[in-house]
């Protein structure tokens, strides 16, 4: 059991899980782009000693596989997954008490300690001394990507009510005065838009606390989708098997573990522009107004230790992250949603855009047709959910004869594909909510979504190679050209460069006008239509990644013989719009000189020598 950083990256090293490098780097892309290789390469965690413009060491890659992960946490892994079922599921305690003794004992003596006084390594620093780490070329500056930030409820303060959360928060960079001001990119519906909400309505500002490092329990505890009545600070004492100590200095919270601590102050109606930032779906999420936090004081621990992360196209650390999420919570999903089995947000696509779901179909009566009804009600739930209520994409089918598994992908889009009924089991919404980082929408926030729902017995046999009638385009359409076979069902055909939304239409009706008329292809209810047909078929993490990033569906789709019957959209077969868009926010692209300049880390008889780059 860890007391500090420090102690996880001495056991990491004895165990050949981590490298030093004790070399010199800069925090300006290098460390960055040195981190994304090693990832890449399934790689060891990694210590800079040396960071240029701080005195100060850091740490990446600590969650880089799910394997290390669990390493770290291999004396307490048990016991917290006790505690967490046991909040999901209270009548197991009921049901055999003595069994769960053990469980509870875990969750009491994780409960948190309030010290008298701050600790005496803890010493005041500035923000300009901290590693200023910028991971992408246009970053607007340097970012804590690891963040804890803790903020209690201004109507019930205290610990036990307080909201533990990841939110990025940049550093330096644009109109923020260095050393007095940072940004805090947050939404208004997570537990510090709550407090923060609160705070504005009583007319004070909000007091937050950023922490930094610690054990590795405490990073983990501020992503966790927790039980209601289990908070993040009890939990990050079970998973540590340490009780989360602080104390309160101006009114300030403080955690005694953390390597960094930041304190500040959010004022009502105070923001300043943050961003860009290279983001989870592979593109930087462009500057928009976020709130201000004036900063009050900065403390260091005595040789503390800066942990960051890199995020950027999947997968990444952050996969892992939420890999070990799951491994935690198990049947979390099932438990809140009856009915459903399984829901799995495709990582390679972003997370947040896609996602695929198991439920049961028990509401058409055997001797009928078997069609969507209990789905799409599961599927509503889905997306009212939590962090699922962001997904564009929601493809649910019913297990039925044979068993699903929405991690093998092409499988269960195979079996969806072989379904769905393409005239009543495609459902949009529109004009709704979508992810913040997501630009395939119609404006900040603002997008559509749609439901693919499939059950019953196949209905098509998928075709395995490019169909005839888009093998070779007429003249007028040459325009369309490359035709690439994807995976079963689905094909990718090179369009011509997008302009605006008028001009699709009449691109799509032509297209589709044509396929019509050279017969009926139900073998390929999937066509997509993209800007390089090579790249997007090269890989299924290169189609899911292309298709569910750069569309939005009530915009994106359109259908060969398409036609509405109530207020109700089908087709004979879909065609997404998969190209960029003027509004698509720019892919992330690592720099070329950089890359070039950190091979030296991984050529003969450097630390990391042996990696493939």
Not at 414 to 434: A, G, M, S
Not at 594 to 603: A, L, P
Request: proline fraction near 7%; hydrophobic fraction near 35%.
């Amino acid at each position: 059991m860890y007391q500090n950083l420090e102690e996880v990256i001495d056991d990491l090293e004895k165990h050949g899980h981590l490298v030093r490098i004790r070399e010199e780097v800069d925090p300006y892309l290098e460390m960055a782009a040195i981190h994304l290789k090693v990832y890449e390469e399934g790689g060891p965690a990694l210590l800079f000693e040396k960071v240029k413009g701080s005195k100060y060491r850091a740490v990446s890659n600590l969650f880089g596989s799910i394997e290390r992960s669990k390493f770290i946490f291999r004396k307490t892994w048990s016991s917290t997954q006790d505690v967490i079922a046991l909040r999901n599921d209270p009548f197991k305690a009921l049901k055999n008490p003595f069994a769960h003794v053990r469980s509870a004992m875990a969750a009491t003596q994780a409960l948190p300690k309030q010290e008298s006084s701050l600790p005496a390594s803890f010493q005041e620093i500035k923000i300009a001394d901290l590693p200023l780490i910028q991971h992408w070329p246009n970053d607007g500056g340097a970012f804590i990507t690891l963040p804890q930030v803790y903020s209690e409820d201004p109507e019930k303060p205290g610990i036990m009510n307080a909201n533990l959360g990841m939110y990025r928060v940049q550093l330096n960079g644009n109109k923020y005065e260095l050393n007095k001001e940072i940004g805090v990119h947050y939404q208004i519906h997570r537990g510090i838009g709550v407090h923060q909400a609160k705070a504005t309505k009583k007319g004070e500002p909000l007091k937050v606390s950023i922490f930094i490092g610690g054990p590795p329990a405490h990073t983990l505890s501020a992503v966790m989708p927790l039980p209601e009545g289990l908070s993040e600070m009890t939990f990050a004492g079970m998973l540590a098997g340490r009780r989360f100590r602080y104390s309160y200095v101006d009114g300030y919270c403080i955690s005694h573990d953390a390597d960094f601590v930041i304190t500040g102050e959010i004022h009502p109606g105070e923001t300043k522009p943050e961003g860009p930032f290279g983001d989870h779906l592979g593109y930087y999420s462009l500057t928009h107004d976020f709130p201000l936090m004036r900063v009050h004081k900065v403390y260091a621990k005595q040789n503390a230790i800066w942990p960051f992360t890199v995020v950027g196209r999947p997968p990444q650390e952050d996969t892992s992250f939420g890999e070990l999420i799951h491994e935690l919570t198990g049947d979390a999903v099932q438990k809140e949603i009856p009915g459903v089995k399984e829901v799995h947000a495709v990582d390679a696509a972003g997370v947040h855009p896609l996602l695929f779901a198991i439920g049961s179909e028990r509401y058409t009566p055997y001797q009928q047709v078997k069609q969507p009804a209990e789905l799409l009600t599961l599927a509503n739930r889905i997306l009212g959910t939590g962090q699922l209520s962001l997904a564009k994409y929601l493809l649910i089918a019913a297990e039925e004869d044979q068993p699903l598994d929405t991690h093998r992908e092409v499988d269960f889009l195979t079996y969806i594909l072989e379904r769905v009924d393409l005239r009543r089991d495609i459902h949009f919404q529109t004009n709704t909510t979508i992810d913040t980082l997501d630009y395939s929408g119609t404006g900040l926030n603002q997008g559509s979504k749609v439901i693919i729902a499939a059950c019953g017995d196949r209905k098509r046999i998928l075709c395995q190679e490019v169909p005839e009638q888009i093998k070779k385009l007429p003249e007028e359409l040459q325009n369309f050209s490359h035709p690439r076979f994807v995976m079963p069902g689905v094909v990718a055909l090179q369009g011509p460069a997008f302009s605006t939304y008028a001009k699709a239409q009449k691109e799509f009706d032509e297209l589709a006008k044509v396929i019509q008329q050279k017969g009926a292809m139900s073998s390929c209810p999937l066509i997509l239509v993209c800007d390089d047909s090579e790249d997007i078929s090269r890989s299924i993490k290169d189609f899911l990644w292309v298709t569910f990033t750069r569309s939005n569906p009530a915009c994106d789709m359109y259908g060969v013989n398409a036609s509405y019957a109530n207020k109700h959209w089908g087709c004979d077969n879909m065609i997404i719009d998969v190209r960029s868009k003027p509004h698509h926010a720019p892919p992330l692209i690592p720099d070329r000189d950089v890359e070039k300049k950190i091979e030296r880390y991984f050529t003969k008889g450097a630390p990391l020598a042996g990696m493939a780059f």
